[in-house]
């Protein structure tokens, strides 16, 4: 769109009857116009480097893979199909509902990622969800990667947090956590390593039992609470300091702990 106007959107959709994809090249819809992409077949980008979607808001409905590199501000995103969901965004962005109905999801972004709704729908150990950003922080309101599946979410250069008041910001088999400050999620995982490589504390709220495969806090306090059995393979606090103390509670069940240093 050569107007930047909020009603210059772009919208392009295949029929059910042609079970057709959608092959992106670069579409401009500006900041202001939004782009809508509706595909009955896979909805994929190129891999060029000049192959980017731009817009204010992005909707993509596809009954297939969906891979695009964009620069948009926030994102509705569904696959109704067997398929991974793969975007690779230049700024920061707002996940406002991102569902797979039967693949992984994989949101890469260059600054702050906003999780207000990520649902893998198959509960399958192959269904991972993960969200990385290298500048920024990562904010999860709801992500949900079923009982077997995974959630990864790395914030090289920022904080990984839960936007309360939500009583449960991460479900999933394996919870993955890399963060260049302060982590404090909700969480229903089965069992969590949680990294930070700068100042922040650690701080997880699980809603059932936890294994704690590993946790490195840089420079920080380490806050652990959960409703069931409390298994602590490995703390620990790599800056010596006074305030860098260690708390595991757990209202139901036992604490079971291996190193803490």
């Not at 501000?73 to 696959?79: D, E, F, L, R, Y």
């Not at 990520?118 to 999860?140: E, H, M, P, R, Y």
């Not at 229903?188 to 294994?211: K, P, R």
Request: hydrophobic content about 40%.
């Amino acid at each position: 769109a050569n107007t930047n106007s909020d009603t210059n959107d772009i919208t392009l959709t295949t029929s059910a009857s042609s079970a057709g994809n959608i092959s992106v090249g670069a579409i401009d819809a500006g900041s202001a116009g939004d782009v809508s992409l509706t595909a009955d077949g896979a909805i994929t980008e190129d891999d060029q480097s000049a192959t980017v979607v731009a817009a204010d808001e992005l909707t993509v409905i596809s009954k297939g893979p969906i891979t695009l590199a964009t620069k948009v501000v926030s994102a509705n995103i569904t696959t109704n199909a067997t398929g991974a969901i793969d975007i690779d965004e230049t700024d920061g962005i707002t996940l406002v509902s991102v569902t797979s109905n039967d693949g992984s999801i994989d949101i890469a972004a260059g600054n702050t990622v906003t999780a207000t709704f990520v649902n893998s729908q198959s509960d399958k150990d192959a269904n991972n969800i993960t969200l990385a950003t290298t500048a920024g922080n990562i904010s999860v309101v709801t992500l949900i990667a079923g009982a077997t599946g995974d959630a990864n979410l790395t914030a090289t250069a920022g904080a990984v947090t839960g936007n309360y008041p939500s009583a449960k910001h991460v479900t999933a088999d394996a919870l993955t956590v890399n963060a260049g400050g302060q982590i404090s999620l909700a969480t229903q995982v089965t069992n969590a390593s949680l990294t930070t490589t700068a100042l922040g504390a650690v701080e997880l709220h699980e809603t059932d039992a936890l294994t704690l495969t590993s946790i490195t806090s840089h420079n920080g306090p380490v806050t652990i609470t959960a409703a069931d059995t409390l298994t602590v393979t490995s703390i620990t606090s790599t800056t010596s300091s006074n305030i860098n103390d260690v708390s595991l509670t757990t209202t139901s069940g036992n604490v079971s702990v291996v190193t803490i240093d």
